[in-house]
């Protein structure tokens, strides 16, 4: 057999077991409903289809490709949640074979990308990111036109092809619609390939000729974006909610000891995946691969954490954006180990290596399947089933051109329910958040609900600890500078004078509207 032959034979394994670990370990998320984020996405890619704009017409403060793509998903699933979760994975398994390729190409090793891609196919299908919840994360989906993106600038510096960075940029402005913290990596694009060109000594037209490439990719889709939503009537809706949210909440979180909540968060993390920042952290320092091919690591990895560290709060799923240029990094560290025996002990050679990439492996399944047995009980006995089971309460009790209202923030109960929200604030954050809630947007909300007269009225509080119960005006969590729950009050208080309890489920109370005459 020829070595081309064993190569693709080999390919094609590969692509089948990343293939089978991406399926096997999202299994159960197929049968599970969505959680928050992914319950925000879903329903705004479901109004979507309706018509609606986001941010014009539904409240939401992420970058608006998710929701487009989820309408995409639901289109062609006949609107279930299965389908959504096909599509997560044929995300996740194109990103692990872009990986394979981007780092045949840098590591210039086939088993080194390979360790890369399994990597990554083992760490990001798992739940060690999802919080208890799911993994239909923005970070999830972004993480494909990144590598894409880095792919495209490394042909660029293999052929010298100017169409090969103006789909760099592209691939980077797509990655920035699904979160714009992807800016980062766009930044690090620009500065190696200004430092490659300058290297070589060649003359500064070069650079901008360069650099323009990248950002016209880059800004083609983000100015058709924009445009779209100023014909639709939504820029400034998109400006307030994706710019001006955002950046009081990042604000405010660093306000409130940016350092301490990281370090506490980056050591959980380094903790869980400590066998793949071993070699990870040699690969940083004495990777393999010409010095190009090193710093482009590096860069990329250093923007990958200020992505995730820069919202200020550090939720877990925030460092999925950092895994492919760490798993990059890891193969590289790999490698090193391999060549340079005085890493490792001599006489062992090749068998310790062996023996510590297996037991990386073996550990990082056994964490991914403990962590997925913990999910599963969350997902039977927790917030998730709480709102199954509500929305089933509410598709069965209301008619389908009927409005219901989620006193919290599980939105997926519209979408499991069919039901549309009665206001365009379908979750109450933006309404809690000190600095962006306002007497204006309070009263938005107080005059959608008197206008829609939604019959039901769902309290959530008891799962939603910042939000105040519609019983006695008080958030489980206690007082917390970043939410104010008193803004609320006029909306409670007309809530509780029109609508009474109905039944409870589980912690949640439903609240029915009272009859007309006595409105």
């Not at 760490?326 to 090749?350: E, N, Q, V």
Request: net charge positive.
């Amino acid at each position: 057999m020829s070595v081309q032959r064993k190569l693709r034979n080999s390919k094609f394994l590969l692509f089948l077991i990343v293939t089978a670990i991406t399926v096997i370990m999202r299994i159960p998320e197929f049968y599970a409903p969505l959680g928050r984020d992914g319950g925000v996405f879903a329903y705004i890619g479901r109004r979507v289809l309706a018509g609606d704009v986001p941010y014009r017409d539904v409240w939401d403060h992420k970058a608006p490709a998710v929701y487009y793509l989820d309408a995409l998903a639901l289109v062609l699933s006949g609107h279930t949640i299965a389908g959504l979760r096909c599509v997560e994975i044929v995300f996740a398994v194109a990103t692990a074979w872009v990986i394979y390729q981007l780092g045949s190409k840098l590591l210039q090793s086939h088993w080194a990308a390979s360790l890369s891609s399994l990597s990554f196919a083992l760490i990001s299908n798992g739940y060690l990111f999802s919080s208890g919840a799911d993994l239909h994360f923005t970070e999830a989906f972004m993480q494909l036109p990144t590598v894409l993106s880095i792919h495209f600038a490394v042909l660029h510096r293999a052929s010298h092809q100017w169409r090969y960075l103006f789909w760099s940029g592209m691939m980077a402005g797509c990655a920035i619609l699904f979160k714009p913290t992807a800016g980062f990596t766009l930044i690090a694009l620009a500065l190696w390939t200004t430092i490659q060109i300058l290297k070589k000594q060649r003359p500064w037209g070069n650079v901008f000729r360069c650099l323009m490439a990248l950002i016209a990719g880059a800004g083609l889709l983000l100015i058709l974006t924009l445009a779209y939503f100023a014909l639709r009537g939504g820029l400034a809706d998109l400006y307030s909610q994706v710019i001006e949210y955002n950046s009081l909440y990042a604000a405010a979180h660093f306000q409130r000891g940016f350092f301490q909540t990281l370090a506490s968060h980056v050591s959980h993390w380094v903790g869980a995946l400590g066998f793949v920042w071993i070699p990870a952290s040699v690969g940083l320092v004495w990777g393999k691969g010409s010095p190009e091919s090193r710093w482009l690591l590096v860069f990329w990895f250093i923007a990958d954490l200020a992505g995730a560290t820069v919202g200020g709060k550090h939720l877990p799923h925030y460092f999925l954006q950092v895994l492919p240029s760490l798993t990059l990094l890891a193969g590289s560290g790999w490698l090193t180990l391999k060549d340079r025996h005085w890493l490792i002990p001599r006489g062992l050679g090749r068998i310790s290596l062996i023996t510590m990439i297996t037991a990386t492996l073996l550990v990082l399944l056994i964490r991914q399947t403990a962590s997925a047995l913990t999910w599963i009980s969350f997902r039977l006995d927790g917030n998730l089933a709480t709102a199954e089971r509500a929305a089933r309460f509410v598709a069965n009790d209301t008619a389908k051109d009927e409005t219901i209202y989620v006193w919290g923030t599980e939105t997926v109960v519209y979408l499991l329910s069919g039901r549309r929200s009665a206001s365009r604030y379908a979750y109450l954050y933006p309404l809690l958040t000190t600095g962006y809630s306002s007497p204006h947007k309070v009263n938005e909300l107080l005059q959608d609900l008197k206008e829609q007269a939604p019959r039901y009225i769902l309290d959530a509080s008891a799962t939603n600890r910042e939000v105040p119960s519609l019983k006695d005006g008080r958030p489980r969590r206690g007082e917390d500078p970043i939410y104010a729950p008193d803004t609320l009050e006029p909306v409670r208080r007309f809530i509780l004078q029109r609508y009474h309890p109905k039944t409870h489920i589980d912690g949640w109370t439903v609240y029915e509207r009272v009859a007309l005459d006595e409105d």
